[in-house]
């Protein structure tokens, strides 16, 4: 031991220090950069003239003042709410079905239900086309309406949207405590009142989270409408109409900024739900294990088959779609609309730049999201700047995608900002993606973190181990499984993902999911829905692999989980 | 076996004021956690080479103290000198100690052989003695041919004595352990504060050791450091704590005891209820103070008792527990009502005096073993 080190702080002593105040800064500088900025550009730009001066709640003013915008917000509700009051109900039974039945085939019938997130949004919206449009094979269905409107946005919206509430009820369905049920039994309560009066209540933060996600989802969604909307105007559709057809910026950061509140809302119910529901189950809870119920189960075989059966129907459309020749004149099969230079100046090339966006996402997405959440969580002093990295963290997740895109324009692409050489980079497009999915990443990332012994950093320091070497050697090999999570996570949302980047890609950085919409627009639905289904299957195929790497690689890195 | 057994078996040990230089020496410190104040006026020096245990009820800052020499916490005022050196401002890997928690906190990834080697990988020590000292480890510790074995194959037992060597390894001037046996059971808690203690002897390594468990402190502990409320009651060796506890707090907290709520009466007396109860004199509390007598239960006299005998009482045996080599009474008197007093009697008296539920006994309380406190107890 030196005795140059009594009494104060020697160099090496502040090496770890700094090296961890160093990098939270950084850290903070970019989350600031990337998502506090943007949004504020969109706020303010949402109350100046088209000179940039400031005019107040004038553009407000304005929009609640014109009868097609105002129309645009009752459209916008009316889809929301009837695609809630459908899906909300769906997936409760399905979830039903899988946390508390004894039905066989569960976990293919789980798997199904949550092919639609593998697809970008358009899919559904194009297979409805086929199977209800002008030309549709079934389209005798509808008795003479229209596919193109409501009917069809809500339609696609349930497809859409079923997994993410079926995956919020499952969650809260098995949260349930054994002992509630054999109280209520051994006191002779009949079924329907069990049901009412034990699992309904446990589930309803469940239910009013689903709803709310759901609505959201459906509120800020692009791609269906863009498709199947026809004259029907949603919210959604203004920003991108008022800022790329007309180039009103201001009135398109009005829009974006009215989509906010409800994701808010529904981010605010989230985090109140997640306290209570953790708060219903004790520590001394018992698992309810379902009991086997032969009616019962095969009842809702059959329900969830009729469920899985439609999925897998939108989907098996819109790859038949994507092989016919020419709908509906030339039935013949083959690969001519996978040819996409035939239909798009860009061919296959949007669909490699996808690739390598959702691969940069997945690589530096996951390093960035897991070094801030160990800064977050594992950190020692600067208490407070890890609180704020936690809460710019969750910011994304009130952020509906189509506001962070344009937020992204009116940032990036001011004449002033020193990084505006960014814009229309592939780098830019790979931050913004990042940034769209940030907080369940993060909060992936913390979950995994808060379970490891809190003492490792202190032992560590003991033994005069600098703090990054057990990072590298412990805490990372440790939290593998989430962290192949959460690269997974962020690699197929960057492939299907279409509402943000719609504003940002240019010439050279468009992407698969764009040319989907472009196609669309030129009448190139075959090749849109080849697009799509290409997209579909890039993402089922990284899930697959996912599936069988963690079964061999990780079940050998993981080895010592084992007793 | 009763907290008196524990001292009797050990018998005395060296106080660690016998003139040595204190290898750790702690002054003024305090803690505070906004506007809570964990720790406050913490004096304490530790020879080179003592096992010294923190002793006190959950929530009375042990555990901030400790983290507070570790440094993992830094304090809020105060000074911290190890070896001649002061650390109070230094980070902890640039102090030396080696510290093993509640949780063990082993790293799950990693073999046995490569958790004890942990620290010693960037020491720029070659491959081969790394191996020979974590061979020399593990055969310290008894698991031999378990290095390649992951924590989550180990008893509880096992992986403490993995924390241990680790802790270890890197040969610290300072052994800390926070609660290292409360999450093992009691017989396997019972073999392993033996090994530790005969470890550390071995080694001569100063260790400092937090419970709650008063047996444990008492048989392991060189010293014992009595905290209570963010402050320190009492350091002395084990005997000494038990026999002369240096206040009400400490008297109540290591072993049992009687508690007399009186008034001083006189230099020598102190009235309890209807009762004068005679003490040595010579302490400064004046007449007319309340004051709390307390007598330890095998200080009771039952033989050759006559009513002529300073403090003697009587009274009926109202209970009997059977507790081995001692049978314990409880006792009701009519010179005390409402203050049962608990009392100790070797297996022989009570053979010889046939004492029994309902007997009616006339008992003793010999002046110089009555310790006498300004105050109620807590
Ligand atoms: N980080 C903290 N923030 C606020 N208060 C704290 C913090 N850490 C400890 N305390 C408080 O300081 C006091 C002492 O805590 P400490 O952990 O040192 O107790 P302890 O003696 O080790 O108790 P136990 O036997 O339960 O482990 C407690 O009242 C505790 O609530
Ligand atoms: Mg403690």
Redesign the pocket.
């Given at each position: 031991m030196s005795p140059i080190a009594i009494g104060g702080r020697t160099r090496s002593v502040d090496r770890e220090a700094w090296a961890l105040r160093i990098a939270l800064t950084l850290m903070l500088a970019i989350m600031a950069a990337a998502i506090l900025l943007p949004l504020w550009s969109i706020l303010s730009k949402s109350v100046e003239d088209r000179a940039g001066a400031f005019v107040g709640l004038a553009n407000y003013a304005q929009f609640f003042g014109t009868p097609a915008l105002a129309q645009s917000i009752a459209n916008s509700l009316f889809v929301a709410g009837l695609t809630t009051l459908i899906v909300v109900p769906l997936a409760f039974v399905y979830a039903y079905a899988l946390t508390r039945t004894c039905m066989p085939a569960k976990g293919l019938m789980a798997g199904i239900a949550l092919i639609p997130i593998l697809s970008p949004s358009m899919l559904p919206a194009i297979a409805l086309i086929y199977l209800f449009g002008n030309q549709g094979m079934i389209r005798e269905l509808l008795f003479g309406e229209t596919i193109y409107g409501p009917i069809g946005i809500v339609m696609g919206q349930v497809f859409y949207c079923f997994p993410h509430a079926m995956l919020i009820l499952t969650t809260a369905l098995s949260l349930a405590d054994a002992r509630l049920y054999e109280a209520a039994a051994a006191l002779g309560t009949p079924r329907r009142r069990v049901f009412l009066t034990v699992t309904l209540p446990s589930a309803k933060y469940g239910l009013v989270s689903a709803a709310f996600v759901v609505f959201t989802l459906v509120m800020t969604d692009f791609g269906i409408p863009v498709v199947i909307g026809g004259r029907f105007n949603v919210l959604a559709i203004d920003v991108y109409k008022q800022v790329m057809g007309q180039q009103n910026f201001q009135m398109g950061a009005v829009v974006a900024v009215v989509l906010i509140i409800p994701a808010l809302a529904s981010f605010v119910v989230d985090r109140v739900v997640q306290r209570r529901q953790v708060a219903l189950l004790g520590a001394r809870s018992v698992p309810l294990v379902p009991q086997p119920q032969p009616a019962r189960d095969w009842a809702m075989l059959g329900f969830c088959a009729v469920v899985g059966a439609i999925i897998l129907g939108i989907l098996a459309t819109a790859v038949f779609a994507s092989l016919v020749r020419l709908w509906p004149y030339n039935l013949s099969l083959g690969w001519s609309n996978y040819v996409f230079e035939d239909f798009d100046s860009d061919g296959w090339s949007s669909y490699f730049n996808s690739l390598r966006m959702a691969a940069a996402t997945a690589v530096f997405g996951t390093l960035f999201v897991f070094v801030g959440a160990y800064l977050v969580e594992k950190g020692k002093g600067a208490g407070w700047a890890r609180q704020v990295f936690h809460l710019v963290a969750m910011v994304p997740l009130a952020v509906p995608g189509l506001v962070l895109g344009l937020a992204y324009v009116f940032f990036f692409n001011a004449p002033d900002n020193p990084l505006g050489g960014l814009y229309g980079t592939m780098a830019l497009l790979t931050i913004c993606t990042v940034a769209h999915f940030y907080t369940v990443a993060h909060l992936t990332a913390t979950t995994a973190l808060k379970q490891m012994d809190p003492e490792f950093e202190s032992v560590s320091a003991s033994l005069q181990v600098p703090f990054w070497r057990t990072f590298l050697r412990v805490t990372v090999p440790v939290c593998l499984p989430a962290i192949v999570n959460i690269a997974i996570y962020l690699f197929v949302n960057a492939m299907t993902t279409v509402s943000a980047v719609i504003f940002i890609y240019t010439a050279h950085t468009k992407l698969a999911s764009v040319a989907i919409v472009n196609m669309n627009d030129s009448g190139a639905i075959a090749a849109a829905a080849a697009m799509a289904v290409v997209i579909t299957a890039t993402s089922a195929g990284v899930k697959l692999v996912e599936t069988l790497v963690s079964r061999v690689v990780l079940r050998r890195s993981q080895r010592w989980r084992a007793r | 076996m009763t907290i008196a057994g524990v001292i009797d078996v050990h018998g005395a040990r060296p106080n660690g004021s016998d003139g040595r230089p204190p290898y750790l020496t702690v002054a003024g410190l305090e803690k505070r956690?906004?506007s809570?104040v964990?720790l406050s006026g913490i004096d304490l020096a530790i020879p080179e080479g003592e096992f010294v245990c923190f002793l006190?009820?959950?929530?009375?800052?042990?555990?901030?103290?400790l983290r507070a020499i570790a440094g993992l916490?830094r304090q809020s005022s105060g000074t911290i000198v190890q070896a001649g050196r002061d650390i109070s401002d230094l980070p902890p890997s640039r102090r030396d100690f080696g510290i093993v928690f509640q949780s063990y906190a082993l790293f799950p990834n990693l073999s046995v052989a490569q958790n004890i080697g942990y620290g010693l990988v960037n020491r720029r020590l070659g491959r081969a003695a790394i191996a020979a000292r974590v061979e020399e480890l593990l055969g310290m510790i008894g698991l031999v041919g378990s290095g390649d074995k992951y924590p989550a194959q180990l008893s509880g037992g096992q992986q403490q004595r993995v924390a241990l060597a680790r802790a270890l390894a890197t040969r610290p001037g300072l052994l800390l352990l926070d609660?290292p046996l409360s999450a093992l059971d009691a017989r396997v808690r019972l073999r392993l504060r033996g090994e530790i203690r005969e470890l550390q002897r071995r080694l001569g390594v100063t260790t400092i050791m937090?419970t709650?468990d008063q047996e444990e402190a008492i048989s392991v502990a060189d010293r014992i450091v009595v905290?209570n409320h963010?402050r320190i009651e009492q350091v002395a060796a084990p005997e000494a704590i038990y026999r002369t506890p240096a206040s009400l707090f400490v008297a109540g907290f290591v072993g049992t005891t009687n508690f007399m709520t009186g008034v001083r009466s006189a230099a020598d007396r102190v009235r309890v209820g209807g009762f004068d109860l005679q003490v040595t004199p010579g302490d400064a509390m004046g007449t007319g103070q309340v004051c709390t007598a307390c007598v330890r239960p095998e200080d009771f006299v039952i033989r050759n008792v006559c009513p002529d005998t300073p403090n003697a009482i009587q009274a009926t045996i109202e209970a009997v527990e059977f507790l081995g080599a001692v049978v314990r009474a409880r006792l009701g008197s009519p010179q005390l009502p409402d203050l049962p007093l608990v009392a100790d009697f070797s297996l022989n008296a009570v053979t010889d005096l046939d004492l029994a539920r309902g007997r009616a006994v006339t008992v003793a309380l010999p002046p110089e073993r009555v310790r006498i406190f300004a105050g109620l107890p807590e």
């Open positions: - | 956690f906004g809570f964990a006190g009820p959950s929530g009375c800052g042990k555990t901030t103290l916490d609660e937090v709650h905290m963010g």
